[in-house]
């Protein structure tokens, strides 16, 4: 643990417990006034729960030139961002991809996309559609291993950050409420409704709310189209590709709209925004996470719109090369957030016994 962040993570915590000004703002103020004292797994707590809204810093009196020096976003963004590094496994794979995310997704998903159009030329001697490309077994054994390891080792990561924040075990209502604070992002909405001052300073807007659901609930209409698509393979013996009035597209194209419309929104505010507020080593790697996201949901568009026409094994080998290295770098890009913050959520519901 790095002891210099949650060192001046805790001295800016006092001052905030001792002044109280911004306690309606979020989970994090009724979270901190619980203690007077802070152990070292309470600030990574308080880190996690931070939606980085950075309403606390503009209303703060004591940014600098006060004496004190506050800027509570970043203190808790640079612990925040710690233990996603440190509670990584393995862990020097994490430093990689935080330090330099957009080269390395860009990288690892053109590799990917090279070996694709590749094993096209051992293509398969029957199948129809995409399988005309590659073996749907082919398929299978490449992407279930990559799916299922790197959420194996995101489990590893949270069941240390459990241990290190003193989790207890939980009630499915405190699940359930954390559920419904992320569903809602709520803490994203500047505690009255207001919005957060993320991209415009001291300005309230609603905008990075409404983009972040954008790219959350379209990369989950993703996820369940395609899962919608294994279910029809294996349940039904239906091949892609599906008619549009079929689960997997009825699922997939808002969903891909929805994940590319987000993820240009979240990218732009990215470069609108203070980065001294957030943690400034790591804008690299959150950009190369908003980048891989944004190319996976375009490139799924594309491959259905090349439909019919002699682009589909590029796009094909295009879209399946993004996906690969998203799912393969997933525990230790920024991913990891929605893990994090919705194991904070879970524990605070449960602390503050909010779902009675
Ligand atoms: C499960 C609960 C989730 C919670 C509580 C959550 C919360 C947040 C918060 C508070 C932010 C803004 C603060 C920051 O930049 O760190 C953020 C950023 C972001 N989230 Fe989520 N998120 C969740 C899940 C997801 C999912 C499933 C996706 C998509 C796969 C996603 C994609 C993004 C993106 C692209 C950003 C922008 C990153 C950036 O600006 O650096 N989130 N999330
Ligand atoms: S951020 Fe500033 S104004 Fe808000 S509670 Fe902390 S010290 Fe007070
Ligand atoms: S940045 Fe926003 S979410 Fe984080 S502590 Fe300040 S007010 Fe709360």
New binding site residues.
Partial sequence: MSTDLIAEARRQTEICNACRYCEGFCSVFPALTRQKAFADGDISHLANLC??CRGCYYSCQYTEPHEFALNFPAALAEVRQDSWERLAWPQPLARRFHDSGVALGVVAAATFALVFALLQMMKPTSGEGFYAYFSHNAMVALFAPAFLLPLAAVAISLRRYWAETGGTRLRWRNVVGGFRA?AN?K??NGGQGQGCNFEDEDRYTDTRRWL?QA??YG?LLCFASTSSGTILHYLFDMQAPYSFFSLPKLLGVPGGILLTIG?VG?AWF?TKADPKLGAQRVWGG?MG??VL?GATGFTGLALYAATGTALVPVMLAVHLGFVLAFFLLLPYS??V??FY??SA?MIEDQKQGISK
């Fill in positions: 939606h980085n992320a992002m803490n994203l972040h790219v959350m990369f993820t979240l990215k959150e996470f908003i996201l920024k991913m957030h929605g913050r919705l959520l």
